[in-house]
């Protein structure tokens, strides 16, 4: 059972140039997220789908976009990079059940923008 | 802002000692969460407490929450060298169906 799978896993990017990340999970969870984790800090939430065909802005939305392809993908696109966005990424899904179920994490992006 | 914020930043104790975190919140919550996280590893879910519970169990875990404080705590008893990671308190909240807030973590090492 792989769970929620990132990819890639180590990126460097030139500032200005795009890139996507992808994400999958495969327990039917209804809802995905994006956090960046920057150091000593907590995570901060990027995007976040609640269900097939809806996206919403979390707390540090700008500079990013993203797609729910379908139930089991959500993309996170940075279209043009910038060295404030060097950081860890981590896509997380959740289940049904209101909020009584915890959130399963993937191992991460960590990317650098020089 | 982040809506949970961990207490101590940091904490080094002695292996078969019990380790305590603290966390506050500042708004509404329909639950508080724990998570463990390893050195370059991705988050792992610990527990959940109900905003309607006060205290909750799991193995070697003690979670208590006091909604009148916008406080929680997570004690580890019996601290083992395989605890030491860092633990972030998430705010379920209670506005939003579908968003957790992270708090900035507690770095725990136990020395063995």
């Known amino acids: 059972n792989a769970g929620v799978t990132q990819t890639p896993k180590f990126q460097v990017l030139k500032t200005g140039q795009s890139m996507t990340l992808q994400c999958a999970q495969d327990?039917?969870?209804?809802?995905m997220y994006w956090y960046r984790q920057d150091p000593g800090m907590g995570l901060r939430l990027i995007y976040y789908s609640a269900s097939e065909g809806t996206t919403d802005k979390g707390e540090v939305p700008n500079g990013y976009n993203v797609s729910r392809l379908n139930k089991r993908e959500f993309s996170l696109r940075l279209e043009s990079a910038a060295p404030s966005q060097t950081s860890v990424y981590f896509c997380?899904?959740?289940?049904?059940?209101?909020?009584?179920?915890?959130?399963?994490f993937g191992s991460g992006t960590r990317l650098t923008v020089v | 802002s982040q809506q949970g914020e961990e207490d101590p930043q940091a904490l080094s104790i002695q292996e078969g000692e019990n380790a305590t975190m603290n966390c506050s919140y500042k708004t509404s919550i329909n639950n508080l969460q724990w998570y463990r996280q390893n050195s370059g590893r991705g988050l792992v879910h610990l527990i959940l407490i109900r905003s309607n519970e006060r205290e909750k169990h799991s193995g070697r875990l003690r979670v208590t929450l006091d909604t009148s404080k916008k406080s929680s705590s997570l004690l580890i008893t019996a601290s083992r060298a395989a605890d030491t990671a860092s633990y972030f308190c998430?705010?379920?909240?209670?506005?939003?169906?579908?968003?957790?807030?992270f708090g900035s973590g507690t770095r725990l090492s136990i020395r063995p």
């Open positions: 327990m039917n969870h209804n809802s």
């Open positions: 998430a705010a379920g909240i209670y506005s939003s169906a579908s968003k957790i807030i």
């Open positions: 997380a899904s959740r289940g049904t059940g209101g909020q009584l179920f915890g959130y399963t």
